[in-house]
């Protein structure tokens, strides 16, 4: 078990006695003082009592109760404002990394600003641009923390200009990692900083990234580079209804255990347009992405120690049954497209109905890159060499992923409120996740979800949905019904079925019981049921599920 | 002894930081102030964030999250009603690099006419010490949060216009 760290113990201790004594003065002397300090956090503990589950593949637990568990506490005052994170994991939950383990204070911050100049000692989240080149952040549903620790500064010397600077090493559960990360960046708002464009219509941000990482080079076979850099340039337009942003990052060879140890340069390309009026929306975007992983560790995997984020430009599914075949971007090389529209149907016409009707249309497509032999004698992706040449423009062979989906929402009456969905989804399972001789899923899903509202600000939402596939497990239907007394409660109960499987020892149940009670800040959930195996993505990066049975106690609370 | 009294230290801090009385938690506090951008990309501080003197709502939500759109959803359909008595709902995206850029066609579409800012980095959520979402403060005409909420069912859009009416009485 991990106890609070040495190193953590003095900072911490130091925090807490100044924001002590800032308030003791104010305390004796002074209520209206008082009124400037102001403390706040929030709490979560999720816990699961599992039961071996032989027909689904629930595993036994031998600790038979697993659990989650952390609470932030903020103290601010006048400008000065320290902060702690208190993780727990008795032991972490089945899906979480069991690195996660024991308790600890991972993440501690002080932070001052005065005058457009704001610095932050400690733990700090922090992303340029869109993340190509650098992004730090927490994503507690997967366990993804890549923290930074360490220093942090941002400047603002005048309105529409933002300087900032990184340096620090990125957390690794209850450790940090090996390399230094060191960051600068500068956004100009050219709209404000020249008065002579503040009449133009049009509005252009600019902005540049330069991040580097040290790691020290213990490589007896290969000559590593210490010292990487990744550099990166992105503009923004604004014109009326249109909008234009665009991100290109270049990243000096970095041979790591993620690309196979090749010594090749890297290169993404971010590009979005969009289009929107009042009740019409559209977006299209284009991404390259060609060896971009960066992490602060050349031998790290998975989700560990990522210094830059690729996002994908794929739709991010909100329902079970459409959010069971998510991708997640593919940092060794990747071409992808999306294009959405998003459309109101105005009330009392033919098509809108009495109360309108929204529409929304995506389409993306993630494709491999076009790759050759950099010589007739050396495989694609070689150890110890330049790996492969691609041209930029020229789409590979694979189809990673694929999806078109529609979604149609209206008030049917002025009680009832329906959302009806069709996707298409084809999913690579051997590139997405890993495998070597699975086939190409291609799947089609069909939701109605309807919320009939009652007297007494109570509801009753069900939904219904269908996956069919001739793969992987076949088919699946799921239906859902939800009962709610607005604001306080909510009870419900599903089950996902996966009837088609060809195996009929595993045409399973997936039930689930729940309830639920949400007060000011606090929110208090308790559900029992089967948890299929599966992945869980947010913001395209995922993690493994593993099948579970059992009940569930999950409390939150901001204070 | 020594390791001890250090100990001690953040515990005595702790207790001086209680006692001294400051108010917990967002009720009764004004905005943080930090930095987060409108839709066409402009900087702008939290604490500057206001309703000219009337109470206002401020939701954090994301275009992926279905609980959330329905929250929007069913607010826009009785906004006419909240906008006659002055009422403000200032939604705050927390959506990241992958689902930003959808956040104005998405708005744009569904022609709904609420003040949208975006949150990208979470250094606003974080300060509100918001977890899950939809989040949802009510803050009176002074700028102070007085009520928060997390998630949303049918016939909250009334709860909160009741009590938004209460504050403006």
Same mark, same amino acid.
């Given at each position: 078990?991990?106890?609070? %760290?040495?190193?953590?113990?003095?900072?911490?201790?130091?925090?807490?006695?100044?924001?002590?004594?800032?308030?003791?003065?104010?305390?004796?002397? /002074?209520?209206?003082?008082?009124?400037?300090?102001?403390?706040?956090?929030?709490?979560?503990?999720?816990?699961?009592?599992?039961?071996?589950?032989?027909?689904?593949?629930?595993?036994?637990?031998?600790?038979?109760?697993?659990?989650?568990?952390?609470? +932030?506490?903020?103290?601010?005052?006048?400008?000065?404002?320290?902060?702690?994170?208190?993780?727990?994991?008795?032991?972490?939950?089945?899906?979480?990394?069991?690195?996660?383990?024991?308790?600890?204070?991972?993440?501690?911050?002080?932070?001052?600003?005065?005058?457009?100049?704001?610095?932050?000692?400690?733990?700090?989240?922090?992303?340029?641009?869109?993340?190509?080149?650098?992004? /730090?952040?927490?994503?507690?549903?997967?366990?993804?923390?890549?923290?930074?620790?360490?220093?942090?500064?941002?400047?603002?010397?005048?309105?529409?200009?933002?300087?900032?600077?990184?340096?620090?090493?990125?957390?690794?559960?209850?450790?940090?990692?090996?390399?230094?990360?060191?960051?600068?960046?500068?956004?100009?708002?050219?709209?404000?900083?020249?008065?002579?464009?503040?009449?133009?219509?049009?509005?252009?941000?600019?902005?540049?990234?330069?991040?580097?990482?040290?790691?020290?080079?213990?490589?007896?076979?290969?000559?590593?580079?210490?010292?990487?850099?990744?550099?990166?340039?992105?503009?923004?337009?604004?014109?009326?209804?249109?909008?234009?942003?665009?991100?290109?990052?270049?990243?000096?060879?970095?041979?790591?255990?993620?690309?196979?140890?090749?010594?090749?340069?890297?290169?993404?390309?971010?590009?979005?347009?969009?289009?929107?009026?009042?009740?019409?929306?559209?977006?299209?975007?284009?991404?390259?992405?060609?060896?971009?992983?960066?992490?602060?560790?050349? +031998?790290?995997?998975? +989700?560990?120690?990522?210094?830059?984020?690729?996002?994908?430009?794929?739709?991010?599914?909100?329902?079970?049954?459409?959010?069971?075949?998510?991708?997640?971007?593919?940092?060794?090389?990747?071409?992808?497209?999306?294009?959405?529209?998003?459309?109101?149907?105005?009330?009392?016409?033919?098509?809108?109905?009495?109360?309108?009707?929204?529409?929304?249309?995506?389409?993306?497509?993630?494709?491999?890159?076009?790759?050759?032999?950099? #010589?007739?004698?050396?495989?694609?992706?070689?150890?110890?060499?330049?790996?492969?040449?691609?041209?930029?423009?020229?789409?590979?062979?694979?189809?990673?992923?694929?999806?078109?989906?529609?979604?149609?929402?209206?008030?049917?009456?002025?009680?009832?409120?329906?959302?009806?969905?069709?996707?298409?989804?084809?999913?690579?399972? +051997?590139?997405?996740?890993?495998?070597?001789? %699975?086939?190409?899923?291609?799947?089609?899903?069909?939701?109605?979800?309807?919320?009939?509202?009652?007297?007494?600000?109570?509801?009753?939402?069900?939904?219904?949905? #269908?996956?069919?596939?001739?793969?992987?497990?076949?088919? &699946?239907?799921?239906?859902?019904?939800?009962?709610?007394?607005?604001?306080? &409660?909510?009870? /419900?109960?599903?089950?996902?079925?996966?009837?088609?499987?060809?195996?009929?020892?595993?045409?399973?149940?997936?039930?689930?019981?729940?309830?639920?009670?949400?007060?000011?800040?606090?929110?208090?959930?308790?559900?029992?049921?089967?948890?299929?195996?599966?992945?869980?993505?947010?913001?395209?990066?995922?993690?493994?599920?593993?099948?579970?049975?059992?009940?569930?106690?999950?409390?939150?609370?901001?204070? | 002894?020594?390791?001890?009294?250090?100990?001690?230290?953040?515990?005595?801090?702790?207790?001086?930081?209680?006692?001294?009385?400051?108010?917990?938690?967002?009720?009764?506090?004004?905005?943080?102030?930090?930095?987060?951008?409108?839709?066409?990309?402009?900087?702008?501080?939290?604490?500057?964030?206001?309703?000219?003197?009337?109470?206002?709502?401020?939701?954090? &939500?994301?275009?992926?999250?279905?609980?959330?759109?329905?929250?929007?959803?069913?607010?826009?359909?009785?906004?006419?009603?909240?906008?006659? #008595?002055?009422?403000?709902?200032?939604?705050?995206?927390?959506?990241?690099?992958?689902?930003?850029?959808?956040?104005?066609?998405?708005?744009?579409?569904?022609?709904?006419?609420?003040?949208?800012?975006?949150?990208?980095?979470?250094?606003?959520?974080?300060?509100?010490?918001?977890?899950?979402?939809?989040?949802?403060?009510?803050?009176?005409?002074?700028?102070?949060?007085?009520?928060?909420?997390?998630?949303? /069912?049918?016939?909250?859009?009334?709860?909160?216009?009741?009590?938004?009416?209460?504050?403006?009485?």
């Amino acid at each position: 078990m991990i106890s609070i %760290k040495q190193k953590t113990y003095p900072f911490l201790a130091a925090a807490v006695f100044l924001a002590g004594l800032l308030c003791l003065p104010a305390g004796i002397r /002074s209520q209206e003082l008082l009124s400037d300090v102001r403390i706040w956090g929030n709490f979560e503990l999720e816990a699961r009592y599992y039961f071996q589950d032989s027909l689904i593949g629930a595993p036994e637990v031998p600790e038979k109760i697993l659990m989650n568990g952390f609470a +932030n506490v903020n103290i601010s005052y006048s400008g000065f404002t320290v902060g702690f994170r208190y993780e727990s994991y008795q032991n972490a939950l089945l899906g979480y990394d069991p690195r996660y383990r024991g308790n600890g204070i991972p993440y501690r911050f002080a932070s001052y600003t005065q005058d457009n100049l704001e610095i932050t000692l400690g733990n700090f989240y922090e992303q340029f641009g869109s993340g190509l080149v650098f992004r /730090s952040y927490e994503e507690r549903a997967l366990g993804v923390d890549n923290a930074m620790d360490g220093l942090r500064l941002v400047y603002r010397p005048m309105d529409g200009v933002t300087l900032r600077g990184v340096i620090g090493q990125q957390r690794l559960f209850f450790d940090t990692g090996p390399g230094i990360v060191r960051g600068l960046d500068a956004r100009v708002g050219l709209h404000s900083v020249f008065p002579s464009l503040a009449n133009q219509t049009g509005r252009l941000t600019i902005g540049g990234s330069v991040v580097s990482k040290f790691q020290r080079d213990m490589n007896p076979l290969f000559n590593l580079p210490e010292n990487v850099a990744a550099f990166a340039g992105r503009l923004n337009y604004t014109r009326g209804a249109l909008n234009l942003s665009a991100e290109y990052a270049h990243k000096i060879n970095d041979p790591s255990a993620e690309n196979n140890f090749i010594y090749k340069d890297g290169h993404a390309l971010h590009i979005v347009t969009s289009y929107a009026v009042r009740g019409f929306g559209m977006l299209l975007s284009a991404k390259r992405i060609d060896n971009m992983g960066f992490r602060s560790d050349r +031998n790290a995997t998975g +989700n560990d120690l990522n210094i830059n984020f690729l996002p994908p430009t794929t739709r991010q599914h909100a329902y079970s049954l459409s959010s069971m075949y998510p991708y997640a971007t593919q940092p060794n090389g990747e071409l992808g497209f999306m294009a959405e529209l998003t459309f109101s149907i105005p009330r009392e016409t033919i098509l809108g109905g009495s109360y309108g009707t929204t529409v929304t249309m995506n389409y993306s497509l993630a494709n491999s890159i076009h790759r050759d032999r950099i #010589h007739d004698t050396i495989p694609i992706g070689q150890r110890g060499t330049e790996g492969y040449r691609s041209r930029f423009f020229r789409m590979g062979d694979e189809k990673y992923f694929e999806d078109f989906n529609v979604e149609i929402s209206r008030r049917i009456s002025r009680g009832l409120r329906g959302l009806f969905s069709y996707a298409y989804i084809a999913y690579n399972q +051997n590139v997405i996740e890993g495998y070597v001789d %699975k086939e190409m899923i291609f799947a089609h899903i069909l939701i109605a979800d309807m919320t009939w509202r009652l007297p007494e600000r109570r509801s009753l939402r069900w939904e219904l949905q #269908h996956l069919s596939t001739r793969q992987d497990k076949q088919n &699946w239907a799921m239906a859902m019904i939800e009962y709610s007394i607005a604001p306080n &409660w909510f009870f /419900s109960i599903s089950d996902q079925y996966n009837y088609g499987n060809n195996d009929p020892d595993l045409r399973n149940h997936y039930y689930t019981l729940g309830a639920a009670y949400a007060r000011a800040g606090n929110r208090f959930a308790l559900s029992y049921g089967r948890q299929r195996q599966g992945v869980i993505c947010v913001g395209g990066v995922c993690r493994q599920v593993p099948a579970s049975n059992g009940f569930t106690l999950h409390v939150t609370s901001s204070f | 002894m020594k390791q001890t009294i250090t100990q001690l230290i953040p515990v005595f801090g702790l207790l001086v930081t209680l006692f001294a009385g400051p108010a917990f938690s967002q009720e009764g506090r004004g905005l943080p102030e930090l930095t987060i951008s409108g839709l066409d990309g402009k900087e702008v501080n939290t604490s500057t964030i206001d309703n000219q003197g009337k109470p206002f709502v401020i939701s954090f &939500w994301a275009t992926w999250c279905r609980p959330c759109i329905q929250e929007l959803n069913a607010i826009d359909e009785i906004y006419d009603q909240w906008q006659e #008595h002055g009422f403000k709902l200032i939604a705050i995206s927390t959506d990241d690099a992958r689902t930003r850029h959808n956040v104005l066609p998405m708005v744009k579409g569904r022609g709904w006419e609420y003040a949208f800012y975006l949150d990208e980095n979470g250094d606003f959520r974080r300060a509100m010490g918001v977890h899950l979402i939809p989040h949802t403060f009510i803050l009176n005409g002074s700028g102070e949060v007085v009520y928060q909420h997390t998630a949303f /069912s049918e016939g909250m859009e009334w709860v909160m216009f009741d009590f938004l009416m209460e504050l403006l009485e």
